[in-house]
């Protein structure tokens, strides 16, 4: 028996708070590197985008919500080397998906961008999975499965429209509620594919305790959040708005809003 919130329900909202969060963030920054005044500060931009979609919004979440995961009676061991994979995987995918989608709406970038994002969210999960060692063995659901791939995918590309086609911020807000709506929906929908076959028998299994690196991945999510809110807060938005790019298409941006 397999039970997904044995520390309570309340371990959803957080993470769903979790996942609102670094999505909003990170796609204000994916929307301050559409106005960057070279291709340098434009990835700087992305790879801050990154780290909050990817490392805050994708892969903390997941983190968050692990935590609830149990099999009563049975230890739970987690294998650390395979959750960092999983967060670098997760960071790396998304900084991918960004660089497809541009500065510029084209609906085939944009399509492209939400494919690669969706399935970050994905990979990430999945990765994470395989970092998780019990006393027996673990099956999936092919049907769900297939279903949290197909929820990734299209709330991801929703997000990504949302977030390259309207500079306001309620947009902006609706679309990191869109982006953490897919990584919540598709993790719980993951685990519901889960099955576990626990057998008395088998070794105990190896790793570590999940609350034994609690704290360090909070540190780090902590740096990875307030690294581009400072970079946020600090951008001079006059010298975007006078790029090179936007003097040479001769358009005016509106200022954007706080």
Known sequence: MVNHFEM???????????????????????????????????????????????????????????????????????????TLLSAVLAVGAVFCGLVVLGQRFVPWRLAVAGLVTGLAVILMHYTGMWAISVKGTTSYHAGLVVLSVVIAVLAATAALWCAVTVDRLPMRLLAGGVLGLASTGMHYVGMAAVSVRLDPAAPDPEGVEVFSFLFPVFVLAAAALALPIVAILTTNHDDDDNSPEVARSGVTLAPQQR
């Not at 979790?18 to 990835?43: E, K, P, Y």
């Not at 780290?51 to 009563?72: D, N």
């Open 8 to 82: 309570g329900v309340w371990l959803l909202f957080l993470a769903y708070v979790t996942s609102f969060a670094g999505a909003a963030i990170g796609l204000t920054c994916t929307l301050q590197s559409r106005h960057a005044a070279t291709n340098t500060v434009r990835m700087a931009w992305l790879v801050l985008a990154s780290l909050s979609i990817g490392g805050v919004g994708i892969w903390l979440m997941h983190f968050i919500a692990m935590l609830g995961f149990g099999t009563p009676g049975s230890p739970i061991r987690f294998d650390v080397a395979k």
